[in-house]
């Protein structure tokens, strides 16, 4: 056990109590047995009754309490167990008087303080063309002004049917609980006369976050590593449209199983109800035609009544018909954000006029899905594919290896052939400069 704090004089007891234990010498049983009036568990012997919980017989509750520290250090927050704090009970539980509480039922808890101390990290990617209402929805949504000073897309670039991406990261603190919320937007999307190329940027920066974190994750240190994968994409649509248009269903259909899409009607506030119910019906008829994949909110359990009634408020209001207002103006005794009309006021907080309520309402419930979504789904399937290309690519160098051999096998059979047919030449060569050759007679040269 680590030796904990100087200042911290009941956990130096605690553990000065389970070192002297060590080694722990332990007995147990399942029997619970009445003993002075409180039921425990023990063993019976002839000559009397073993509490196995009474330390001055053995070190069970030692041993408990060093366990439940540990379990502790895990869920990254550390409480000091006494002794007295291992047999507190629980408040909601019936338990028979005298069983010692365990103290399973705090990990949830502690699991909720590790990550209220660690933080969440949140990426958001804002799609649309300019002009739809992204940054101001996107402030709204969050109660801050995430992104104040746009970068503007120079004439060359819109004509090059260039798309730019500027991520943006605020540090976000409610109540103790930190989010760093990420917010990338995209300037010149679907601006220009040809925007057949305008999805590739937007993938490409997908897929980047996602071999980003690969290559992190397939390091030595991967003890802190900075998620900035895009866990949910809100694609705006523009509210004088019908439907989808072929743009849209391009882009929707390549980025329905890299991350969580919720398309959005933007400037909702252009639209009467009556329009307004016409493009829902028509998005949806499209998303549905055209077989796009968007976010669609877990069931929840049977007995969460509260989230039942959640559910079906938001699966009314999808797909989200919003309008943004970064301007707080005063109505009725209450500071909102709204929108001001020489008609009239528009509250974008309203139920009854805009989803943006209901957006945020499902963007924050549903944003540890959203993370669990993009890592076990959109991830693993970039992972597989990823794992599966390097497993093809790490056999062409031994299938080249192999072709390469044989080449110099065949040339070696080649030259060795070459070598026999030569020495053969050379051989009839000789032969015939044998049989050639004149017959001297030795007798003339003895006359």
């Known amino acids: 056990m680590p030796d904990g704090d100087d200042d911290d004089a009941e956990y130096k007891e605690t553990f000065e109590c389970i070192k002297k234990c060590m080694p722990f010498a332990v007995c147990g049983s399942n029997t619970p047995i009445d003993m002075k009036g409180h039921r425990v568990l023990a063993r019976a012997y002839p000559w009397g009754i073993l509490d196995v919980e009474n330390s001055d017989w053995t070190d069970c509750k030692a041993l408990r309490t060093m366990i439940m520290f540990l379990l502790q250090v895990i869920c ?58 992204k940054t101001t929805v996107v402030n709204s949504i969050f109660h801050t002004d995430i992104v104040t000073d746009k970068s503007e897309v120079s004439l060359k670039e819109r004509s090059d049917s260039k798309v730019v991406l500027e991520p943006s990261t605020v540090e976000l603190e409610e109540r103790g609980v930190k989010v760093r919320l990420t917010v990338v937007h995209t300037h010149g999307y679907g601006d220009s006369l040809n925007n057949t190329n305008n999805p590739d940027p937007i993938i490409r920066y997908i897929d980047d976050q996602f071999d980003k974190y690969f290559a992190d994750e397939s390091g030595i240190n991967r003890r802190h590593i900075l998620d900035t994968r895009v866990h949910c994409l809100l694609y705006f649509i523009e509210p004088y449209q019908r439907g989808l248009k ?55 359990d049977d007995d969460d009544a509260e989230y039942k009634e959640t559910f079906e408020c938001i699966k009314k209001c999808m797909p989200f018909a919003v309008c943004g207002s970064n301007t707080p103006i005063d109505m009725k005794g209450h500071r909102v954000l709204a929108r001001a009309y020489p008609w009239g006021i528009l509250d974008v907080e309203n139920s009854d006029w805009t989803d943006c309520k209901a957006l945020r309402t499902m963007i924050i419930s549903q944003m540890s899905d959203l993370q669990e979504v993009t890592h076990n789904v959109h991830y693993e399937n970039f992972r597989s594919e990823r794992l599966t290309d390097s497993g093809r690519s790490s056999k062409r160098p031994v299938d080249a290896e ?21 020495a053969r030449m050379q051989q009839q060569i000789q032969q015939q400069k044998l049989d050639s050759a004149p017959v001297r007679d030795i007798r003339d040269s003895r006359v």
């Open 76 to 133: 990254g927050s550390r409480r000091n167990f006494t002794a007295m704090d291992v047999n507190r009970k629980p408040s909601g539980v019936d338990q028979s008087p005298g069983l010692s509480y365990v103290g399973f039922s705090d990990l949830p808890n502690l699991i909720h303080r590790k990550s209220v101390k660690k933080g969440f990290e949140f990426t958001l990617l804002a799609v649309g063309r300019d002009g739809t209402g």
């Open 246 to 300: 072929p743009l849209d269903v391009k882009f929707l259909k390549a980025v329905g199983s890299k991350v969580n899409v919720i398309p959005l009607i933007a400037k909702s506030d252009t639209l009467t109800k009556q329009e307004l119910a016409v493009k829902k019906q028509e998005l949806a008829r499209d998303i549905e035609k055209y077989d796009i994949k968007v976010y669609q909110m877990p069931d929840g």
């Open 402 to 422: 192999r072709g390469y051999d044989k080449q110099i096998r065949e040339k070696d059979q080649e030259l060795k052939r070459m070598e026999e047919k030569l």
